[in-house]
Nanobody, 121 residues
């Protein structure tokens, strides 16, 4: 079973920083795109940032200049550095990988279980 495992969430004051990590299970060989999405209570899930295997990144306007996505292809791990956090960043953050190559074959999409980020004012 292919899995993504997030870590690094927690409670932080406004203006603070957190770093999220997303590690792929050992049976995942590679993936083309990895991204972070978030879902606040009562709202739809929204894109935060994505990165391709070649390093192309994309950010939601609401996080540009504050969040940075990166990945370590050798470790099949992605990171989301979040600075200058605001209360409106409070949400469950999900890791997502697209076009995954694994020991089980090709998997078009994989989601992590989510990690809670809470920003207090």
């Amino acid at each position: 079973q292919v899995q993504l495992m997030e870590s690094g969430g927690g409670l932080v004051q406004a203006g603070g920083s957190l770093r999220l990590s997303c590690a792929a299970s050992a049976n995942i060989f590679s993936f083309v795109t990895m991204g972070w999405y978030r879902q606040a209570l009562g709202k739809q899930r929204e894109l935060v940032a994505t990165t391709t295997r070649t390093g192309t990144t994309n950010y939601a306007n609401s996080v540009k200049g504050r969040f940075t996505i990166s990945r370590d292809n050798a470790k099949n791990t992605a990171y989301l550095q979040m600075n200058s956090l605001k209360p409106e960043d409070t949400a469950v953050y999900y890791c997502h990988a697209e076009r995954v190559s694994s020991s089980s074959g090709y998997v078009p999409s994989v989601w992590g279980q989510g990690t809670q980020v809470t920003v207090s004012s």
